[in-house]
């Protein structure tokens, strides 16, 4: 069974980071939904993860009140999503980058997945597209319908960024098995 780590605020998950950040390979964090448990914020978790060369992945809903969500160290040749590229720029300008969050970048850059985040534009008819494709999957078809449209887009994208029919087909294993799931991308 996974372990679920709860963290009150962002300095006790900063402290749980600078003792066994470089040791862990991974947690699950516990947040609470809007108003149900006090927990530190998903935020104010993804900007303390990149402090330290983490990132964050994987969400589950877990009932009503809670949800849990991936953080791990940020693996080698990783990709940087602009987001996270310009929270790691205003954490260096405050001064709250920690030494392995820093070599993380510069880690980064040096490998070139800095540098080559890339965002691939997605019209509607590829997404019209993909539903052909998931359609004849139920239940992951009609959870993929119901979701909103930046999910979609985001589904759509993450299947026709794959480089070759291997990593598609694997892909779209894992898309359905997720969407049989009713659950978001990661």
Known sequence: ?????????????????????????????????????????????????????????????LDDNTYKKYFARRMPKSKWSAKNKELAQTLMEKGLMTRPGLEAIERARKDGSWDNAKRILIDDEQIQMFKEIIRPYKPAYTNLLAMSHSVQRTYTGFFLDAKSDKTRQARLEKIIDRLNRNLKPM
């Open 1 to 61: 069974m996974d372990i679920i780590l709860t963290f009150t605020d962002r300095q006790a998950f900063r402290e749980w980071l600078c003792k066994y950040g470089t040791e862990s390979n991974g947690i699950w964090l516990l947040f609470g939904k809007k108003g149900k448990l006090v927990t530190i914020s998903a935020g104010d978790a993804l900007e303390e993860a990149l402090c330290h060369g983490w990132i964050d992945g994987e969400i589950q809903s």
